[in-house]
């Protein structure tokens, strides 16, 4: 079974408008980091948001804000007034084992596509 | 400004040329890592290390070799190259392997082999 799932590859959203990108995720461990990056077309990959396992609270940076809900084991990124600079690829990634090797697990991505 | 870099950006070479991409980081990180991006499957482990002298294998090592001599240098090689390892690679790094820390990725490296 995949450990990282993201079922939508791409999407659309009108500029200034908030966007929700889907992040489910299988994992067995209590103790557990989830990511998300942003890759635009440039290549290089950007880290945008963490939220820890046992954070009660959802994370937010900036614009962006992640929607967790730990029973479902999903962690969706939402932004917030969306931009035309924010076209790119999204990645949603996990870590597993705090107290073991420090290892990333990527879902495959979905690319968002700002219309001005 | 603290930054990973990595050399050459591109590369084409042949089957069975040995090769090494440079990876080198200027934040005093112990935690380094390797990634291939291939379409539709996402970013996968190539091999990591939490420290000097101490590396391990990720999801796909096969046909790579990798050495941490020093704490900002984490190479990555591969002795025959064959295209399938035609793809985007990120070096990656964090301030321990331990805890929780986001990593820091280098520009990558697309490597076409043919």
């Known amino acids: 079974a995949q450990k990282i799932t993201q079922t939508q590859p791409g999407m659309f959203v009108q500029e200034k408008e908030a966007v929700t990108l889907d992040c489910t995720y299988d994992?067995?461990?209590?103790?557990?980091?989830l990511f998300w990056y942003k890759q635009p077309s440039s290549g290089e990959m950007i880290f945008l948001i963490y939220?820890?396992?046992?954070?009660?609270q959802n994370a937010t940076e900036g614009r962006y804000s992640l929607n967790f809900q730990k029973a479902r084991k999903s962690a969706n990124l939402v932004i917030s007034a969306s931009q035309l600079g924010d076209s790119a690829m999204y990645f949603c990634?996990?870590?597993?084992?705090?107290?073991?090797?420090?290892?990333?697990?990527f879902g495959s991505g979905t690319r968002l596509l700002v219309r001005p | 400004e603290a930054q990973v870099t990595q050399n050459p950006r591109y590369l084409i070479t042949v089957t069975g040329k040995k090769l090494t991409v440079t990876c080198s980081q200027n934040m005093n990180h112990e935690y380094m890592s390797w990634y291939r991006q291939d379409p539709g499957l996402g970013l996968r482990q190539i091999y990591y290390s939490m420290n000097v002298e101490v590396t391990d294998k990720g999801d796909v090592p096969e046909g790579y070799k990798v050495s941490r001599k020093e704490k900002r240098n984490f190479p990555l090689i591969l002795e025959s190259p064959s295209p399938n390892q035609t793809s985007l690679y990120f070096c990656?790094?964090?301030?321990?392997?331990?805890?929780?820390?986001?990593?820091?990725f280098g520009p990558g490296t697309r490597l076409t082999v043919t």
């Open positions: 939220q820890g396992s046992y954070d009660e």
């Open positions: 994992t067995s461990d209590q103790s557990y980091g």
């Open positions: 990634a996990m870590r597993e084992g705090m107290d073991s090797s420090y290892k990333l697990i």
């Open positions: 990656a790094s964090s301030l321990s392997g331990s805890g929780i820390y986001e990593q820091y």
